[in-house]
């Protein structure tokens, strides 16, 4: 009988993927989550895998002959201690998938936004170029079954600088050790594990550290990202942007960035006309095209793949458009890509209406870190809803703002039922949450379509 792996936490999208992976390697694979909910737990459950609610030791009895620990559990967890009292074999989940990926040509995708849908369009391009790519992504990209799964090629992974367990505070991208290395952005984020900047560039440079001189660093412009790379690098190294010393760029030939010129180091131009839109869509497309160079995708096929790519679920996804209400999910949780997306949909919806619904969910949203941010982030809404749970160890304040229309809730029924009396016909609702928000995003779409019905007897 074929050995069983069980997961702790089971259901976050990075260890939702191990499992995927753990299953199609063979191994029998149950998990346990304290949040059990769709879309992640139907994906598992329909590949096979036995999930169960909370953290109880009856979920290790019998002994697995593995227990693959998520980030998000600590000591005093009664799975936690059991397994240690018990002395049942564990391991964190990056270390894992490292040493999985022994052998492998990883491709990493690493930066404080953009990491899963650059990883899904780098996914989507080997595929496209019949290199059976392998993956593990934050998310489900259009044109996949799933957020993971092994391949025979080059393994594409969404490169966190979270930690890796309670046991290993590394950053869990240091176990990758990438042939191919992207960074996309660098900014300040996760001050629950990070005291500042400075400690993740230090982070950043552990990284570097691990690319081999017959590998390739793509990195974008700026000074955060400078700072890093002058601290040493042995890879050599292409930057991206609009400075002189970036050989990689990306114009946009539309407004809203539906339509882009992307040019090669070689001098080399091309075209995409797709579905998506927005800046930081356009510099996630020049960051996978470079990727994909590295590995001998030709840049026209490249450049036909993007054209074709249809983007990820939860990353500006039109869910639905009930009532004339166009209804929107992304994953925002960081202002900086607030507003990037509301720009994007700004540049593409003109001066219709734009609603924004934030929920200030991650663990840097809640502690307040980038409270003055927040508000010039939804500048290109006209309407703005926050969702701050009570119990907050601080409040946001709206007054004073001139760029929107701002309220505060904190109760999900009621800012549901405000959003219901404030979207109109022809409106474009975007809801930004890295968390389920309590299924706010469904509950919209039956009461608007419910309204619609009604206004049309």
Not at 206 to 228: F, T, Y
Not at 371 to 389: E, G, M, N, S, Y
Request: with cysteine; net charge negative.
């Amino acid at each position: 009988m074929s050995a069983r792996v069980h997961i702790l936490g089971i259901c976050g999208t990075f260890m939702g993927g191990v499992a995927l992976l753990a299953r199609e390697l063979g191994y029998r694979v149950s998990g346990s989550d304290a949040n059990v909910y769709p879309p992640m737990s139907t994906m598992l459950q329909e590949a096979g895998i036995e999930i169960a609610e909370g953290y109880s030791s009856e979920h290790l009895n019998p002994a697995p002959d593995l227990v693959v620990i998520g980030n998000a559990l600590s000591r005093g967890n009664a799975a936690v201690e059991y397994v240690l009292d018990e002395g049942i074999p564990y391991i964190s989940g990056p270390q894992w998938l490292g040493e999985l990926l022994t052998n492998r040509w990883v491709m990493a995708v690493s930066g404080t936004h953009g990491k899963t849908t650059t990883s899904s369009m780098l996914t989507w391009i080997l595929e496209c170029a019949g290199k059976e790519p392998g993956f593990l992504v934050g998310g489900v990209p259009f044109g996949f079954e799933g957020s993971a799964r092994l391949g025979s090629g080059p393994f594409v992974v969404e490169a966190d600088e979270y930690d890796s367990a309670f046991f290993d505070k590394r950053s869990k991208f240091v176990h990758y050790k990438p042939k191919t290395l992207v960074i996309n952005n660098l900014e300040f984020d996760h001050a629950d594990i990070f005291e500042d900047l400075g400690a993740i560039q230090t982070q950043f440079h552990h990284l570097i550290r691990c690319v081999p001189s017959g590998g390739k660093i793509i990195a974008a412009e700026g000074e955060a990202i400078d700072n890093v790379l002058d601290r040493g690098v042995w890879t050599p190294t292409e930057r991206m942007g609009v400075r002189d010393d970036c050989v990689w760029k990306v114009d946009r030939l539309h407004d809203s960035y539906s339509q882009l010129r992307i040019q090669t180091p070689g001098g080399d131009e091309g075209e995409i006309a797709w579905s998506l839109i927005g800046r930081h869509n356009a510099e996630n497309a020049l960051s996978a095209i470079a990727a994909a160079s590295h590995i001998g995708v030709p840049f026209k096929v490249a450049c036909e793949a993007l054209s074709k790519f249809e983007g990820v679920k939860r990353r500006l996804e039109l869910l639905g458009q009930p009532g004339n209400v166009s209804v929107y999910d992304d994953f925002a949780h960081h202002p900086t890509a607030i507003a990037s997306t509301l720009s994007g949909v700004r540049s593409a919806v003109g001066d219709a209406r734009v609603i924004a619904a934030v929920e200030l969910r991650s663990n840097t949203m809640k502690d307040g870190t980038h409270r003055d941010a927040l508000l010039p982030a939804t500048q290109a809404a006209d309407v703005v809803f926050w969702f701050q749970p009570e119990g907050s160890a601080w409040t946001l304040s709206v007054n004073g703002s001139e760029d929107a229309e701002h309220t505060v809730f904190n109760d999900v029924t009621a800012l549901h039922d405000a959003l219901v009396a404030e979207a109109q016909a022809g409106d474009h609702l975007v809801i930004m949450s890295n968390g389920s928000f309590s299924g706010l995003h469904q509950q919209l779409l039956q009461s608007l379509a419910d309204n619609a019905s009604t206004t049309e007897l």
